[in-house]
């Protein structure tokens, strides 16, 4: 089965600071690939996600992430962090057959 | 109204007692999905369901059965709580004809067992 794995449990950046969130995944065919995020007593939502075509790909709330499929990768990032950015992320795998698997998440603190 | 609606949203049982999660959607979506989450585990899968006659075991099924009722419903049990099953629950819900394969979430519930 796949398999997410997110390096870092917790993060802190100042505001306006730039943010690199990582993601290695474990997959044996082209993998669909999610980023989403969870806000304090939230469920989840979609921030972006990747099928095919352009590696690069554009979210919601100004996030973007990159495949980058010789490194089994999928980083997201944002240019500048906003407080309204605290919250916890999750990188998932999935394939259009199958079911999804969850990273354990990296929550974000922004510093003021 | 939301999409995937949960219900409890918070529930306290006591250790031995059988409880019930369910889950009703009207996104018309074949797939549902039963989550558990932990901090620092993420979201483990704990069953899967692609139409009304297919059952799938997730990652951790042992202690959990579920019931497709119908496309829109699906209920996930504990026949025999047990503290370590103290958890938030999510239910999801996911297109099987679409092309995008997103999870769409329901808001939770949260399961104490004493």
């Known amino acids: 089965a796949q398999s997410v794995t997110q390096p870092d449990i917790h993060i802190t950046v100042s505001e306006g600071a730039s943010l690199e969130l990582r993601c290695n995944y474990s997959?044996?065919?082209?993998?669909?690939l999610f980023w989403y995020v969870q806000s304090p007593g939230q469920g989840l939502q979609l921030l972006l996600k990747?099928?095919?075509?352009?590696?690069l790909v554009q979210g919601i709330k100004g996030f973007e992430a990159e495949f980058k499929r010789s490194q089994s990768s999928f980083n997201l990032r944002k240019p500048s962090v906003h407080w309204s950015d605290a919250a916890e992320y999750f990188c998932?795998?999935?394939?259009?057959?199958?079911?999804?698997?969850f990273g354990a998440g990296t929550r974000l603190t922004v510093k003021p | 109204d939301a999409d995937v609606t949960q219900t409890p949203r918070n529930r306290i049982t006591k250790t031995g007692k059988r409880i019930m999660l369910e889950c009703s959607q009207t996104?018309?979506?074949?797939?549902m999905y039963w989550y558990r989450q932990d901090p620092g585990l993420g979201l483990r899968l704990i069953y899967y369901?692609?139409?009304?006659?297919?059952?799938n075991k997730g990652e951790i099924s042992d202690g959990y059965s579920v019931s497709r009722q119908a496309q829109a419903k699906f209920s996930l049990s504990l026949e025999s709580a047990i503290p370590n099953q103290t958890a938030l629950y999510f239910c999801?819900?996911?297109?099987?004809?679409?092309?995008?394969?997103?999870?769409?979430f329901g808001e939770g519930s949260r399961l104490t067992v004493l």
């Open positions: 999801a819900t996911s297109d099987l004809w679409g092309n995008t394969g997103e999870l769409f």
């Open positions: 997959y044996g065919a082209t993998p669909y």
């Open positions: 990747y099928f095919s075509g352009d590696t």
């Open positions: 998932a795998v999935g394939a259009w057959n199958n079911d999804m698997r």
């Open positions: 996104k018309g979506h074949d797939r």
């Open positions: 369901s692609f139409d009304v006659k297919d059952i």
